[in-house]
């Protein structure tokens, strides 16, 4: 789940903004974004990159492959590697909460009410350490 995409980064002067950064990954057909400042820029970039592949995902579209750097070519600007842990993006996004029916052992269901477990986040702490999950 995590992805390494060459963007084109170019710089230019809008009268009622400043200096704006407009990020275009090649690779990815129509994730473009921009920036105030080449800090913000990046930002945007990875989270534009995030929206667009999380977007093909929920269609299930084939992930495009990244170019390799040198062959991105650009003619004003420069090209810089965008970095995005998708497992991050949507564990910082995704966290509506979704009902699940778990079957128990009646034993079992009653040790858990009689202990006042809280049956959610007591599934929610098992799934993370099964998949080793660190918060």
């Known amino acids: 789940m995590k992805y390494v995409y060459p963007a084109v980064f170019t710089e230019e002067y809008v009268a009622e903004r400043g200096t704006v950064f407009t990020v275009v990954f090649p690779d990815v057909l129509g994730c473009v974004t921009e920036g105030d400042s080449l800090s913000g820029a990046i930002e945007m970039a990875r989270e534009a990159l995030a929206g667009c592949i999380c977007s093909m995902q929920q269609r299930n579209e084939a992930i495009p492959v990244a ?69």
Request: with cysteine; net charge negative.
């Open 67 to 135: 170019s390799p750097l040198e062959d991105v070519q650009c003619k004003d600007g420069f090209v810089s590697l965008i970095d995005l842990d998708m497992f991050e993006y949507k564990r910082k996004t995704e966290n509506r909460a979704i009902k699940r029916t778990v079957s128990l052992p009646l034993w079992l269901d009653t040790m858990a009410q009689n202990a006042g477990l809280n049956f959610s986040q007591t599934i929610q702490d098992a799934l993370k350490e099964r998949l080793g999950v660190h918060q």
